[in-house]
């Protein structure tokens, strides 16, 4: 049998702030946590609502007392912000519980989550919120470890980036690349995505963990459709505030990750890993910027429609087959500005422009020279027309140098006038 001096001593001893009110709202009891919350003597006898300062900030707060006790609530549950007389703002969870005897009384419990919310919201911060809520409030968050989970993975990189970079100052460059994971994150979070984290001026983010997304196939296509519609308003701040125009390529894939807690006890983060990771990193290098490309793995788990631009086959590294995937525009009623490649207007050129290049193998510069002419433009000088003598495939990756300046670019199309190219990084110099 608990002793009422046990009860007075957890009373007395307990961080939560407790009080006990009349049926008229008098304070009869308030414990030390309570005092010095509100500022007020154990036995001031005040009302309970009267123990808040009267500012704007603490409305709610004086609100959930008095209709709670005006209206006999049995059990009543809150959150309200609280200001005290030194201006600190405080985040009370507030549990009432009404005792109808003879002599009505409530009690009341007010939880301090101040701390608590900061630390949520410096970790959301850092990830997103459902990593946030799955590392503070499951047991499974607390401990390192991981399970096996299908989900799909998205991965996006801007072209040309670290060319870019060497353009504008350390200020600068944060303040684009905030400015384009804030529009992008914003997306993410609408469709249910998780981001793992940000790789550079590249995003890595999963659907489908650590909560549960049934449909999550679709959901990250709509999201990569959506955020390739939403660098139009990145550019147009952009080009306001004087900064560059930046383009985006997106991969998405389907498949078996482990997916948990990876590190050491010290030293721990929420990551994602296993080959369908790699795959989506090896099919997003593939694209230029306004692409989206998803396997097959994915398209197949999608009911609804998929407006297809083209398809293709690629061998990841360490796979023994090729395998497949779709450009892609849209899915169901969402679609993309037009793709890329669709609306290619040439301009004729009078003279052929011999270049040296090289093959990039795994982003490295080859030591052979090759040679080539652009005979081409195209009228916003994306694209150009290429002729080598050397055989190139889709998707290789090249460096063209003219009078020490280097251009970067990738083959996208291969038909019977030569190759299209699309340059993905130029200096200032050479695009002038």
Same mark, same amino acid.
């Given at each position: 049998?608990?002793?009422? /001096?046990?009860?007075?001593?957890?009373?007395?001893?307990?961080?939560?702030?407790?009080?006990?009110?009349?049926?008229?709202?008098?304070?009869?009891?308030?414990?030390?946590? +309570? /005092?010095?919350?509100?500022?007020?003597?154990?036995?001031?006898?005040?009302?309970?609502?009267?123990?808040?300062?009267?500012?704007?900030?603490?409305?709610?707060?004086?609100?959930?007392?008095?209709?709670?006790?005006?209206?006999?609530?049995?059990?009543?549950?809150? *959150?309200?912000?609280?200001?005290?007389?030194?201006?600190?703002?405080?985040?009370?969870?507030?549990?009432?519980?009404?005792?109808?005897?003879?002599?009505?009384?409530?009690?009341?419990?007010?939880?301090? *989550?101040?701390?608590?919310?900061?630390?949520?919201?410096?970790?959301?911060?850092?990830?997103?919120?459902?990593?946030?809520?799955?590392?503070?409030?499951?047991?499974?968050?607390?401990?390192?470890?991981?399970?096996?989970?299908?989900?799909?993975?998205?991965?996006?990189?801007?072209?040309?980036?670290?060319?870019?970079?060497?353009?504008?100052?350390?200020?600068?460059?944060?303040?684009?690349?905030?400015?384009?994971?804030?529009?992008?994150?914003?997306?993410?979070?609408?469709?249910?995505?998780?981001?793992? /984290?940000?790789?550079?001026?590249?995003?890595?983010?999963?659907?489908? +963990?650590?909560?549960?997304?049934?449909?999550?196939?679709?959901?990250?296509?709509?999201?990569?459709?959506?955020?390739?519609?939403?660098?139009?308003?990145?550019?147009?701040?952009?080009?306001?505030?004087?900064?560059?125009? *930046?383009?985006?390529?997106?991969?998405?894939?389907?498949?078996?990750?482990?997916?948990?807690?990876?590190?050491?006890?010290? +030293?721990?983060?929420?990551?994602?890993?296993?080959?369908?990771?790699?795959?989506?990193?090896?099919l997003e290098s593939l694209t230029i910027g306004g692409q989206i490309f998803i396997t097959e793995n994915t398209a197949k788990l999608i009911n609804e429609e998929l407006s297809i631009v083209s398809e293709g086959c690629f061998l990841p590294k360490g796979s023994p087959e090729e395998l497949k995937y779709y450009e892609i525009k849209g899915v169901g009623?969402?679609?993309?500005?037009?793709?890329?490649?669709?609306?290619?207007?040439?301009?004729?050129?009078?003279?052929?422009?011999?270049?040296?290049?090289?093959? *990039?193998?795994?982003?490295?510069?080859?030591?052979?020279?090759?040679?080539?002419?652009?005979?081409?433009?195209?009228?916003?000088?994306?694209f150009a027309r290429f002729i080598s003598e050397t055989a190139l495939e889709e998707k290789q990756n090249i460096m063209l140098r003219k009078d020490e300046e280097c251009i970067y670019a990738k083959v996208i199309r291969k038909d019977e006038e030569g190759l299209v190219i699309c340059f993905t990084s130029m200096s200032q110099v050479v695009a002038t």
């Amino acid at each position: 049998m608990i002793k009422p /001096e046990q009860v007075q001593y957890f009373f007395q001893n307990t961080e939560d702030a407790v009080c006990i009110v009349s049926a008229s709202g008098d304070l009869q009891y308030a414990n030390p946590a +309570a /005092e010095r919350l509100f500022g007020i003597p154990a036995d001031s006898g005040m009302k309970i609502w009267k123990a808040v300062p009267f500012i704007e900030g603490n409305d709610d707060l004086i609100q959930l007392f008095i209709d709670a006790v005006t209206n006999k609530v049995a059990t009543h549950e809150a *959150l309200a912000d609280y200001w005290n007389n030194e201006g600190e703002v405080k985040n009370l969870h507030v549990r009432m519980t009404c005792y109808k005897g003879e002599e009505t009384a409530y009690l009341i419990v007010i939880t301090d *989550l101040t701390q608590l919310i900061k630390v949520n919201s410096a970790l959301v911060r850092y990830t997103s919120q459902d990593i946030a809520d799955f590392v503070l409030t499951t047991e499974e968050g607390q401990r390192s470890g991981g399970k096996n989970k299908e989900v799909t993975v998205i991965m996006s990189d801007l072209r040309g980036f670290t060319a870019l970079s060497a353009q504008l100052t350390a200020e600068q460059l944060i303040t684009v690349i905030n400015h384009y994971f804030e529009a992008m994150s914003s997306v993410v979070q609408k469709y249910g995505g998780s981001i793992i /984290e940000f790789l550079g001026d590249g995003i890595f983010i999963i659907f489908g +963990a650590p909560k549960d997304l049934p449909d999550h196939p679709a959901m990250a296509v709509k999201c990569a459709v959506e955020m390739q519609n939403a660098m139009a308003e990145v550019n147009e701040w952009n080009v306001q505030n004087g900064f560059p125009v *930046l383009e985006m390529g997106i991969g998405i894939n389907t498949g078996v990750v482990v997916v948990g807690n990876i590190g050491s006890e010290k +030293a721990m983060k929420y990551g994602c890993m296993g080959s369908a990771v790699n795959i989506t990193g090896r099919l997003e290098s593939l694209t230029i910027g306004g692409q989206i490309f998803i396997t097959e793995n994915t398209a197949k788990l999608i009911n609804e429609e998929l407006s297809i631009v083209s398809e293709g086959c690629f061998l990841p590294k360490g796979s023994p087959e090729e395998l497949k995937y779709y450009e892609i525009k849209g899915v169901g009623d969402l679609e993309t500005n037009a793709s890329a490649l669709s609306s290619i207007k040439w301009r004729e050129q009078t003279v052929d422009i011999e270049y040296q290049y090289y093959v *990039l193998e795994a982003k490295k510069v080859g030591v052979t020279s090759y040679s080539g002419k652009i005979v081409r433009y195209s009228e916003d000088r994306k694209f150009a027309r290429f002729i080598s003598e050397t055989a190139l495939e889709e998707k290789q990756n090249i460096m063209l140098r003219k009078d020490e300046e280097c251009i970067y670019a990738k083959v996208i199309r291969k038909d019977e006038e030569g190759l299209v190219i699309c340059f993905t990084s130029m200096s200032q110099v050479v695009a002038t």
